[in-house]
């Protein structure tokens, strides 16, 4: 069974610092992991997917199989970073739908 | 404007009706997707569909029934037979399966009164 956890509910950094909102995943096969962002009163929306190796309004993620993890990272966070993330699990083969972690709310103070 | 779009924004139900969210979709997606999001417990699939006249139960579908007679549209309706039905319910599409590039809808928030 795949299984996304992300163990804090509430993250609260100032302005300038650094965040990392952490993801463990738990999958038996090859994994594709992606960070989804929600901003208040906007629509849930793709940020970055590992596969892609991108960086998103600074934001970067590195997929580790040795630790199961997919955390993602900010150097310095900034007030419009306030949001909530989930980071989403599928097979790297396909055919199945996004699971979901329960979400990190992300609170950066100014 | 391509999009995805959920109607009602808000919708009551009284205990024992069933009720219906409609969910639209304008990009020529071929998946569609209802999740379930309530507070402290992320998105939960409900139902998903990856072409049309065809279906799969999610991880709670116990209570839901969804229909897919058109590409574009994919209903979800709420039966009496869910427990807990009060929640925010949320619309996604993708091109196809292996396609994780999700559109979401705006969402749809069912309370039973």
């Known amino acids: 069974a795949q299984r996304v956890t992300q163990p804090e509910k509430l993250l609260s950094v100032f302005k300038g610092a650094p965040v990392e909102l952490k993801c463990n995943y738990s999958?038996?096969?090859?994994?594709?992991l992606f960070w989804y962002v929600q901003y208040s009163r906007q629509r849930l929306q793709l940020l970055l997917r590992?596969?892609s190796r991108e960086s998103i309004k600074g934001f970067t993620a590195d997929l580790n199989k040795g630790e199961t993890s997919f955390h993602l990272k900010k150097p310095f966070a900034q007030e419009e970073d306030s949001a909530m993330y989930y980071c989403?699990?599928?097979?790297?083969?396909?055919?199945?739908?996004?699971?979901f972690g329960k979400g990190t709310r992300l609170s950066v103070i100014a | 404007d391509g999009g995805i779009t959920q109607s009602p924004k808000y919708l009551f139900r009284k205990e024992g009706q069933n009720v219906t969210l409609s969910c639209e979709q304008n990009l020529n997606h071929d998946a569609m997707y209802w999740y379930r999001q309530d507070p402290g417990q992320g998105l939960r699939l409900i139902y998903y569909?990856?072409?049309?006249?065809?279906?799969q139960k999610g991880d709670i579908a116990e209570g839901y029934s969804v229909s897919r007679e058109k590409k574009e549209s994919f209903p979800l309706t709420v039966t009496s037979a869910q427990k807990n039905p009060t929640a925010f319910y949320l619309c996604a599409s993708s091109k196809g399966a292996g396609d994780y590039g999700y559109t979401f809808g705006s969402g749809t928030r069912l309370t039973v009164v």
């Open positions: 569909s990856q072409i049309v006249n065809d279906f």
């Open positions: 989403a699990l599928s097979a790297l083969s396909g055919n199945t739908p996004l699971v």
């Open positions: 999958y038996s096969g090859s994994p594709e």
């Open positions: 590992h596969i």
